[in-house]
């Protein structure tokens, strides 16, 4: 990790929020967060300070200006500056606060208390560097798609599934959507992801919600690695990463499938569905609902 980091701010309408998200994410931005200021929002991202050169920043700030030309938005104003790694390590986290997502989800970060009194299945999480805070209108599509693939199931899950699935996380960020597969009952998710933090942020996580290592299985790498890892096909897949991304893994997961696998798959903008679902369908699935927030979906899908 570096020591000393980029902090940028960008005030822009609400309705940019997750657009500026994406566009954060995309250029290796870590631990981002908002706060309303008024009628507008503030987004603060954070950067390593070797990832990235001013002109870099002067590159994504005329980017982040012609993504709210597109949707006719008014442009956004970021500003940046470094700052020291223990200052970046808790000043995002003073904006981020327990968040409910669909009927089930209570996201609660790691350094408050849980809420005493709640029927929702409570994910504790500190994402570090890793993608997956539950803000992103994509997590929660993919967390509410879980709810409704994994059904009803005992709240106290430790060693007592009634749902003996097992699925596979490719793209697993901070573990958020494999440790809220397995809080509803799945029995085993194989979590992978090509950013060795990500693996460790999602080990960390798999601790603080006492979830067995048995379960919860994190490793370094993508398909492929999970052809050798898993012990037979799997009954669902998991995978919130970009479109692109996606379309080129379509035609590995035939390997880990089985004729009654279905799949979640999200980080798509809507405009790139059809290029996803044209991808899918082409390799055997069959896109059954297309699910949107803004101007993100998520696609469930089954074999044929």
């Given at each position: 990790?570096?020591?000393?980091?980029?902090?940028l701010k960008?005030?822009?309408?609400?309705?940019?929020?997750?657009?500026i998200?994406?566009?954060?994410?995309?250029?290796?931005c870590?631990g981002?967060?908002?706060?309303?200021?008024?009628?507008?929002s503030?987004?603060?991202?954070?950067?390593?300070?070797?990832?990235?050169?001013?002109?870099?920043l002067?590159?994504?700030?005329?980017?982040?200006?012609?993504?709210a030309?597109?949707?006719?938005l008014?442009?956004?104003?970021?500003?940046?500056?470094?700052?020291?790694?223990?200052?970046?390590?808790?000043?995002?986290?003073?904006?981020?606060?327990?968040?409910?997502?669909g009927?089930?989800?209570?996201?609660?970060?790691a350094?408050?208390?849980?809420?005493?009194?709640?029927?929702?299945?409570?994910i504790?999480?500190?994402?570090?560097?890793?993608f997956?805070?539950?803000?992103?209108?994509?997590?929660?599509?993919?967390?509410?798609?879980?709810?409704?693939?994994?059904?009803?199931?005992?709240?106290?899950?430790?060693?007592?599934?009634?749902?003996q699935?097992?699925?596979?996380?490719?793209?697993?960020?901070?573990?958020i959507?494999?440790?809220?597969?397995?809080?509803?009952?799945a029995?085993?998710?194989?979590?992978?992801?090509?950013?060795?933090?990500?693996v460790?942020s999602?080990?960390?996580?798999?601790?603080?919600?006492?979830?067995?290592?048995?379960?919860?299985?994190?490793t370094?790498?993508?398909?492929?690695?999970?052809?050798?890892?898993?012990e037979?096909?799997?009954?669902?897949i998991?995978?919130n990463?970009?479109?692109?991304?996606?379309?080129?893994?379509?035609?590995?997961?035939?390997?880990?499938?089985?004729?009654?696998?279905?799949g979640?798959?999200?980080?798509?903008?809507?405009?790139?569905?059809?290029?996803?679902?044209?991808?899918?369908?082409?390799?055997?699935?069959?896109?059954?609902?297309?699910?949107?927030?803004?101007?993100w979906?998520?696609?469930?899908?089954?074999?044929s």
């Open positions: 990790m570096a020591n000393t980091w980029w902090e960008i005030l822009c309408e609400p309705d940019l929020e997750d657009s998200f994406w566009r954060l994410e995309n250029f290796g870590r981002t967060a908002s706060e309303s200021k008024g009628n507008s503030l987004v603060k991202a954070y950067l390593p300070n070797f990832q990235a050169q001013l002109l870099d002067a590159a994504l700030s005329l980017w982040l200006r012609q993504d030309l597109c949707i006719g008014s442009s956004p104003t970021l500003h940046w500056k470094l700052i020291d790694e223990e200052d970046w390590a808790s000043s995002w986290k003073q904006y981020w606060h327990p968040q409910e997502i009927d089930r989800f209570l996201i609660n970060p350094w408050l208390p849980s809420p005493e009194a709640s029927e929702r299945l409570i504790r999480l500190d994402p570090g560097v890793a997956g805070t539950g803000n992103h209108a994509t997590t929660q599509l993919c967390l509410e798609s879980l709810e409704m693939r994994l059904g009803e199931v005992p709240q106290s899950f430790v060693g007592n599934s009634d749902n699935q097992a699925i596979a996380d490719i793209g697993c960020g901070s573990g959507l494999s440790i809220g597969a397995i809080l509803l009952g029995e085993k998710v194989y979590a992978v992801d090509t950013d060795p933090l990500a460790k999602t080990i960390s996580n798999r601790a603080l919600n006492d979830i067995s290592p048995e379960r919860l299985i994190p370094q790498g993508s398909v492929d690695i999970l052809t050798k890892l898993v037979n096909p799997v009954d669902g998991v995978c990463i970009l479109a692109n991304v996606i379309i080129e893994l379509v035609p590995e997961m035939s390997a880990i499938a089985k004729p009654t696998t279905w979640i798959f999200s980080g798509i903008l809507l405009d790139q569905s059809k290029a996803v679902a044209d991808a899918l369908e082409k390799h055997g699935w069959v896109v059954a609902t297309l699910w949107k927030r803004k101007e979906c998520c696609l469930n899908v089954r074999r």
